[in-house]
């Protein structure tokens, strides 16, 4: 395998590509990006944002295959739930007060056409 391609399989080196990805996204529609790898004892968050009055969550999940499912699968019920207690550290910490709520991108990478089909899913506990 050419280092090239240990590059662009490199798991980490792919989510960091989706976050950025993202980012770009979530910027054209004017969202305002607070902070991004928010660490806590209970997870990460990926993109932490602001639309409008909310404060927005976002997980970012990106693939280079099907082969575990579309992106968006991997943010079921128990993520979400793990989520939720990154989030609410958050907003304790940041004395955030108001509306907030999850989004997920959903990245698709094609490596060999060097393409990315992207898809913005608002207010994914909805789906709940």
Do not use: W
Not at 4 to 31: F, M, P, V
Not at 34 to 48: A, V
């Amino acid at each position: 395998m050419s280092n090239e391609c240990q590059i662009l399989n490199d798991k980490k080196t792919i989510g960091n590509l989706g976050e950025k990805l993202a980012c770009n996204h979530l910027k054209k529609l004017s969202y305002i990006i607070l902070d991004k790898n928010f660490r806590s004892r209970y997870g990460e968050i990926d993109i932490i944002a602001k639309d409008g009055e909310a404060i927005v969550f976002v997980e970012v999940k990106t693939r280079t295959n099907l082969e575990y499912g579309q992106p968006q699968e991997a943010v079921d019920f128990f993520k979400l739930k793990k989520m939720a207690k990154t989030i609410y550290n958050y907003i304790s910490l940041n004395n955030i007060r108001g509306a907030v709520r999850i989004d997920v991108v959903a990245i698709n990478l094609d490596m060999t056409k060097r393409k990315a089909r992207l898809r913005h899913f608002k207010d994914a506990l909805a789906e709940y």
